[in-house]
């Protein structure tokens, strides 16, 4: 990307963002090609692991699926760096509180990755009230020979044993273990919205609507409280928490957005309750286009560190913000989504599409952004052209290969012949969750149960 330390332009047509030419073209689609989509199907949050090797799904049954990349073929280059099922567990089951009378969903809210220290991998997974560590692991040896235990697993009476045997390893058919290490349990009232990993690679944190806590991963019998916003009389309660993350390289520092569109820098060194945060970000509001969905819209619904550490991107309703963490008045850059829908938020509220929860993510070199949109849309940003593009996630497009053609909004007038007429949107079709892989142009859009991967046009 231009100006932006390598990287790819967000490319869109034949002059792609950026000047480095990028265009997107479909690589694969996971998922099963249903009118009717059971529930437990749809997706619920993608995350690309710290080499991009692995990519994780969680959906709403509960269970996560994890890709991994091929190995480049030189038989099959068309098929670069596809991803396959690697491994697929069932992380959480429903289930019921019974001081509550509640149900908890089995619904896989967050998956996020801890950095890889020896052969196998570590992720942690969360739905509204339980954290969960998982092993993933590679087996394709198995022992021989135990003097205790048939092989078929039954002991032995040990007074059959006259002869002692060294066990021996056999090769056999590769198997993926994903195994439960740690389970993190009843520390949460409310719903867990984020779970964030520290740099220092031993804790991470978990943030409900009203507090956050800080785990350490080897404990889980117990976690510190370091935010805590609830009031004295609930009836006062004038915000939550929507999100909340870890820097990625100062281990002291996080940030927590709120329902009042504010974002707040807490420095666990000063205080380690850090109801008193050290920065405060907030836009001013612009009084003249003071509305009754005001406050609905400027709710943040997601908050990310750029890779460097110097950045943040906040998402709202309508909009992507970045602001540099040196300043705390306004954001350095400002995205218009979907502003076309400013008109419509009457009827997005009513069928409570005004509450949806769309997230956002940076490229590799911090260069671009990705966030999603209605009728399966999804925005780039080209951070240093300011160039932006609306592709989708559709089966149409989905031959091999295929470049993704940018797509229009037609607000008024005449629409013209590539143009999509705001009305016949399908607002059931969204986009909200969405992954860029860390080191390459290789992006994971989920919509509804599908799993669209996308990656640059190579000549």
């Known amino acids: 990307m231009a100006g932006a330390g390598g990287g790819g332009g967000v490319g869109g047509g034949p002059a792609a963002m950026g000047g480095s030419d990028v265009q997107w073209c479909f690589s694969q689609v996971k998922g099963a090609i249903d009118e009717d989509v059971a529930e437990a199907d749809i997706i619920s949050t ?150 964030s990993v520290n740099s220092d690679h031993e804790t991470y944190l978990s943030a409900d609507d009203l507090r956050i806590n800080l785990w350490h991963l080897e404990i889980t019998d117990r976690s510190f409280n370091i935010v805590d916003i609830k009031p004295m009389n609930m009836e006062e309660l004038t915000e939550v928490i929507t999100a909340a993350e870890f820097h990625p390289h100062q281990c002291n520092v996080l940030v927590y957005s709120s329902s009042k569109g504010t974002i707040r820098l807490c420095d666990m060194r000063s205080s380690a309750l850090c109801d008193r945060h050290s920065k405060f970000f907030e836009e001013p509001e612009d009084p003249s286009s003071r509305s009754f969905f005001s406050e609905i819209i400027s709710s943040i619904s997601d908050v990310k560190f750029s890779h460097s550490g110097r950045y943040m991107m906040t998402r709202d309703y309508l909009s992507v913000k970045v602001w540099d963490l040196n300043m705390e008045t306004r954001p350095v850059e400002t995205y218009q989504v979907h502003e076309y829908l400013r008109s419509k938020l009457c009827s997005l509220y009513e069928n409570d599409c005004i509450f949806d929860k769309f997230e956002c993510c940076w490229n590799g070199s911090d260069g671009a952004l990705m966030t999603g949109s209605y009728n399966n849309f999804f925005r780039m940003f080209d951070r240093s052209t300011r160039r932006d593009v609306t592709l989708e996630a559709s089966r149409e497009s989905s031959k091999p290969r295929a470049i993704l053609k940018p797509r229009k909004v037609c607000t008024g007038g005449k629409r013209k012949k590539d143009e999509i007429s705001v009305d016949s949107l399908d607002f059931n079709k969204k986009i909200l969750h969405t992954a860029w892989h860390p080191l390459e142009n290789i992006i994971a859009v989920a919509a509804t149960n599908n799993l669209y991967i996308f990656q640059d046009k190579v000549n």
Not at 74 to 98: L, M
């Open 46 to 195: 993608v995350e690309f692991n710290y080499s991009g090797d692995l990519l994780a799904t969680g959906d709403k049954g509960g269970r996560v699926v994890i890709f991994q990349k091929e190995q480049e073929n030189k038989s099959r280059p068309h098929s670069r760096g596809e991803y396959n099922v690697y491994s697929t567990f069932q992380s959480h089951e429903p289930e019921f509180d019974y001081l509550k009378s509640l149900e908890i969903e089995e619904k896989i809210n967050k998956i996020r990755w801890l950095p890889q220290q020896n052969a196998a991998h570590f992720l942690l997974s969360t739905n509204d009230k339980t954290i969960k560590l998982w092993k993933i692991s590679e087996r394709d040896k198995k022992a021989e020979g135990y003097n205790l235990k048939d092989e078929d697993g039954r002991l032995r009476d040990p007074f059959r044993i006259t002869a002692l045997r060294v066990p021996i390893l056999k090769p056999m058919d590769l198997m993926v273990e994903a195994s439960p290490r740690r389970i993190f349990a009843n520390a949460h009232t409310y719903h867990i919205n984020s779970i």
